[in-house]
């Protein structure tokens, strides 16, 4: 069972419309992160936070940004939604001593009309 | 900045064979790990095996084997037996000092029965 939660699952918004994807994970990781994956599948790194508090921007520019005000809890907004940003957001989560990689969340398929 | 290459977007096998999946990655870091993840079709991301490159005994995992060449910067996955629920997307994945991952563009796996 996953130990790291995404809502919603699917969502259909119009353009303009602010959202905010939820990820939550109850494994007190202090590492999380959002990827982006296109229709090609590729997954891109679009922002990350290594604790409360802080945050970075990934490799791939992102009009969205992110909060991190308790451990367990990573959400992403956008604040007006646009057809460009229509993808697949997945979240995941890493701990930071032995590293046994990352654990994914089953990731929510935004589509903005 | 690492790289990951996955030169097969395709691959397909006969159900109760063997296939090996390529991958070959970039850096310049001496210490960093290696994965292979599995994402199957509308389901969530999961980790089928990791390598740690100061380790020179390949990792196993049942029927999932890696063939590590660090000098050659190799990291190519085995699936023995195959099987219908191996169908899926694979990734190959780089992780270095930072605790990002990098992943490769992806081998999409057909089992067929």
């Known amino acids: 069972e996953a130990d790291i939660y995404q809502t919603p699952r699917y969502l259909v918004i119009g353009t303009g419309k602010k959202i905010t994807l939820e990820c939550s994970q109850t494994?007190?990781?202090?590492?999380m992160y959002w990827y982006q994956q296109d229709p090609g599948m590729e997954l891109h790194l679009i922002h990350y936070?290594?604790?409360?508090?802080?945050?970075e921007k990934g490799d791939l520019s992102s009009e969205s940004t992110v909060s991190r005000i308790r451990t367990e809890h990573f959400p992403l907004t956008l604040e007006s939604a646009r057809p460009s940003h229509t993808s697949q957001y997945l979240c995941?989560?890493?701990?930071?001593?032995?590293?046994?990689?990352?654990?994914f969340g089953s990731g929510t398929r935004l589509t903005v009309v | 900045a690492q790289t990951v290459t996955q030169s097969q977007p395709e691959m397909s096998v006969q159900e109760a064979e063997t296939v090996t999946l390529s991958c070959t990655y970039d850096?310049?870091?001496?210490?960093?790990?290696l994965f292979w993840y599995k994402q199957p079709p509308s389901r969530q991301m999961i980790l089928v095996i990791r390598?740690?490159?100061?380790?020179?005994q390949n990792a196993t995992e049942n029927r999932f084997s890696v063939n590590f060449q660090k000098a050659a910067k190799s990291f190519s996955l085995k699936i023995s037996d195959s099987q219908l629920g191996d169908a899926a997307m694979y990734f190959c994945?780089?992780?270095?000092?930072?605790?990002?991952?990098?992943f490769g563009k992806g081998t999409l796996l057909t089992v067929n029965p």
């Open positions: 995941a989560s890493s701990e930071g001593g032995s590293w046994s990689g990352y654990t």
């Open positions: 494994m007190g990781h202090d590492k």
């Open positions: 936070s290594y604790g409360v508090n802080s945050t």
């Open positions: 850096t310049s870091e001496s210490d960093y790990y």
């Open positions: 390598q740690e490159a100061y380790k020179q």
């Open positions: 994945a780089y992780r270095g000092s930072n605790y990002k991952l990098t």
